[in-house]
């Protein structure tokens, strides 16, 4: 190329070289390039700064979704209700408490749920490696009958083809020193799981059953039997589910669960909604107010939070003559919210209907944190003022990307066609001046003369 030939000429053409491209092609750069590179920067900034205040939304939006009617749990923040529980018996659970009904749960354990469980006689090492052969062992699970032949079989052998069997785990089990015992145990407690050894020989030699074998039969199987809130129920296992309530017997006994109405995480979200509000305030004041703020629309910023402020100080309720400030809400001068506790507490004691009917509302009459939820929601979306500002700074992040390579792709177009003009000037510069150092030379010897 012609670059390289640049700064080989002598004379006047040497000034023509590499070095004098590229310090005019750096001064150019900076009035054409490295500005759009700046704006480029300034919107990779915005994007980090407005991901801040889009997650700030998005929290303000999980605060808000226990005051929407339509909640996807199907339980708003008026809904919450508390659990007391007494008595050893059981364990009380519950997948969603604010589902319970109101009261007092009584359950009375009478017994326990249990499995069958046998063991063998037990034998020393010697004879629990060598074959039973004690002939055919019959055995029932729920109502199944299985024949297992002992022949040729060792304990460990026989514990393995019976613990084949549905129902049944059987295992080899080491009791002693030298003592070992075949181990039968039903999958599952109560009575429709239990196992019917058949008294036969093998069953007798075993020592599962027949006469003097009585105390291996360790575990007889059974329901448990309790009665809650009056209402008997045998069951084969030790939990029983009611009306929503997870109940899980440990030992008999009674035992009771009183499901209230709780009122405290009311406030509690209440704060914690006001909370993330003012954190939203707070952070989109400090973009739109500071003259280094990176944000291009500040209008836009300003519009999020009007918008949810339109919603959060409207009228609500049944004659739309209701509002936050008739409730302990208050306005501080640098626009955050707080909340009077006191004032809150005694309208919830007083009127709590009313201040659902502010916060939740109908589907007729919609209250303000249902309309916030939706209103944020739709923030999201492509023609809402969120998913709107995002499809902009992806425009305008594009657009600079375009306008700086062709920017870059013309300077370097420029400055290869200078560097070529440059080599054919520095070549006609040198030719005139070798011809001009002939004629100086001749000029001299004639006037030496």
Do not use: C, W
């Not at 092609?25 to 990779?44: C, H, Q």
């Not at 629990?128 to 002939?135: P, S, T, W, Y």
């Not at 499809?391 to 792709?409: F, G, P, Q, V």
């Amino acid at each position: 190329m012609a670059e390289g030939i640049l700064g080989l000429g002598s004379g006047q053409a040497a000034s023509l070289n590499q070095d004098l491209i590229d310090k005019l092609k750096t001064a150019e750069r900076k009035s054409t390039v490295e500005p759009l590179e700046t704006s480029i920067e300034s919107i990779t900034s915005e994007k980090e700064v407005f991901t801040t205040i889009d997650d700030k939304v998005s929290e303000v939006l999980d605060a808000i979704k226990v005051f929407d009617l339509f909640t996807l749990s199907g339980s708003t923040a008026f809904d919450q209700k508390s659990a007391t529980a007494t008595g050893d018996s059981v364990v009380f659970d519950a997948a969603d408490i604010s589902l319970l009904n109101e009261g007092v749960t009584t359950v009375d354990i009478k017994n326990l749920a249990q499995k069958d469980t046998y063991q063998s006689n037990d034998v020393n090492a010697i004879v629990k490696d060598e074959v039973v052969d004690l002939g055919i062992l019959d055995i029932t699970v729920g109502g199944i009958p299985t024949s297992i032949d002992t022949s040729g079989k060792t304990y460990e052998e026989l514990a393995s083809e019976i613990d084949k069997i549905s129902g049944v785990n059987a295992s080899l089990e080491q009791v002693g020193t030298d003592s070992y015992r075949l181990v039968l145990k039903s999958s599952e407690s109560g009575i429709d799981n239990k196992i019917d050894i058949s008294d036969s020989a093998a069953g007798n030699a075993l020592g599962f059953v027949g006469i003097g074998n009585e105390a291996n039969h360790t575990l007889v199987a059974q329901d448990m039997k309790a009665l809650v809130d009056g209402i008997e129920y045998n069951v084969s296992s030790n939990t029983l589910e009611v009306d929503g309530l997870k109940i899980a017997a440990t030992e008999t006994g009674i035992s009771s669960i009183n499901i209230s109405k709780d009122n405290t995480s009311i406030e509690k979200s209440m704060n914690t909604f006001i909370e993330k509000y003012n954190e939203l305030v707070a952070l989109v004041d400090t973009e739109v107010y500071s003259a280094d703020s990176d944000i291009a629309d500040k209008a836009a910023l300003k519009d999020i939070v009007n918008q949810i402020k339109d919603k959060l100080f409207g009228s609500y309720g049944t004659n739309s003559d209701k509002s936050v400030f008739s409730f302990g809400f208050e306005l501080g001068k640098d626009g955050s919210l707080s909340l009077d506790a006191e004032v809150f507490n005694k309208a919830l004691d007083e009127d709590i209907d009313t201040i659902k009917d502010l916060f939740i509302g109908s589907a007729e009459n919609k209250g303000l944190g249902t309309q916030i939820k939706e209103l944020i929601d739709n923030m999201g979306f492509s023609d809402g003022v969120i998913g709107l500002y995002e499809s902009s700074m992806k425009e305008r992040e594009t657009t600079l990307n375009e306008d700086k390579d062709k920017a870059e792709e013309a300077l370097n177009a420029k400055y290869t066609a200078l560097a070529a003009q440059f080599g054919s000037y520095a070549a006609i510069i040198t030719q005139f001046e070798s011809s001009f150092s002939g004629l100086s030379l001749m000029i001299e010897q004639s006037t030496a003369k």
